[in-house]
């Protein structure tokens, strides 16, 4: 774990005001960051305990009501927690309402957001737009052209290079766009949208401290639709708690300063578990007969998965020890790709909970250094099913007593090991590979 130190230091009754208010926004999202104590809770400046009747502040108007009454109250809601007025006013005023998220000033339901492709593409196509042979060029050029700078953030917090640059890769192009959107604005959207409201309103008491503090500059706060930002699109927390100040220069600069930013990536993937010199996954084969059941979820020592049967796709032996633990991981069931992953993994999806994200971010880094993959061919030939089609299986899955979960149209873990008991039931093949097949097997067991 890395050591993280702030300038300025905590004062107890501003700590407990705020972390009363963070608890109330959703303190599990906070312990997802892997934040350290010092960055949950920081010194924010100014009196506490002030009536509420005290706390209003006048802003002009956003054109949007629900706008205009959730930032009164949001203010008021900043005030009381000790933020500074006048970095409150930075903050908020001058909101206004973004069809993304708002549709039109009027106020009707937002139309505007999409699905995130990492959950509503196939992955091979996925996977076909994120891992491209540019990226790979490029990312391998500048691994080359910053050798200097890669092997002393390397050093420092023991991040692989090629890690470190994926990230970069696949958050901003390697810093070629990094958002034009305002943060401020975006979360504050996002927060009178009203479906990540606790999460936009913590991201935003973050940034009101990083200004407050002086750790950024307001005009400097671009990011990307959903309030990410710089080079490797930091939401406020992740920077609160992880941005580093790597050349030394005063300033945590993640916005136009490239080192700073991989710098800090690097110590959110350290402080998140990264171990170095460990692979994130192995392509694998498995012998005839192998139980597909086993997939997913279910980690076991590499002993074990030898013993199975398990080998590398590339006919090389396994350079993780027998003791190891690994997950058997089927992205596109029994006949696409199969990996054994291991813990670098899942320190990739703390950047992005999707595992088709994460898998991206695996072949990126395995890319710049010239081992390219997968080599088992995506099965294309099976397809996919669409979003009302998998809320159609997740239903069914559901109604016959196997456990998918939330029917949101997203064919997650849960939904993989539901499918994964239904064709264990009928004895069919145990993949949990959603097909229009298996949908039109389960939706006729339901009746």
Known sequence: MIEISHPHPLRRLQAAGLASLWMGLGLAGLAALSAPASARVPDVGGPLGTPAAELSLVFESSGHEAMDAWRSDFAATALRQGVAEETVRAVLSDISPLSLYLGD????????????????????????????ESRLQRGAQKLGD???????????????RQAVAAIWAMETNLGSYIGSFDAANTLANMAVEGRRRAFAERELLALM??????????EQLLSGWAGAMGHTQFMPTT?????????????KDVWDNAIDALASAANYMAAS??????????????????DWALADGQDRRMSTW???GLTPMTGAPFDVGEGVYAELWLPAGAQGPKYLLFPNFNVFKTYNRSDSYALAIGLLADGMVGETGPITAWP?????????????LQAGLNQLGFPAGPVDGIAGRGTKAALRQFQVAFGLLPDG??????????LAAAG
Do not use: C
């Open 209 to 218: 401290v990083l200004v407050g503090r002086g750790d950024v500059v307001r």
């Open 273 to 290: 578990g990264y171990q170095r010199g460990q692979p994130w996954g192995v392509e694998v084969s498995a012998p005839p007969g192998f």
């Open 146 to 160: 910053m050798r200097d700078t890669f092997e002393a953030i390397e050093a420092a917090y023991g991040v692989d």
């Open 306 to 308: 030898i013993g199975m």
């Open 239 to 251: 920077f609160l708690a992880h941005a580093v100040d790597f050349d030394g220069n005063g300033r």
């Open 105 to 132: 000033p009027g106020g009707e339901t937002a139309t505007g957001i999409a699905d995130q492709a990492e959950f509503a593409k196939p992955i091979w196509d996925y996977i076909e737009t994120a891992v491209t």
């Open 380 to 392: 294309r030939e099976l397809g996919t099913l669409n979003t009302q089609q998998i809320m159609d």
């Open 433 to 442: 590979y959603p097909t229009a097949a298996i949908l039109d097997y389960v």
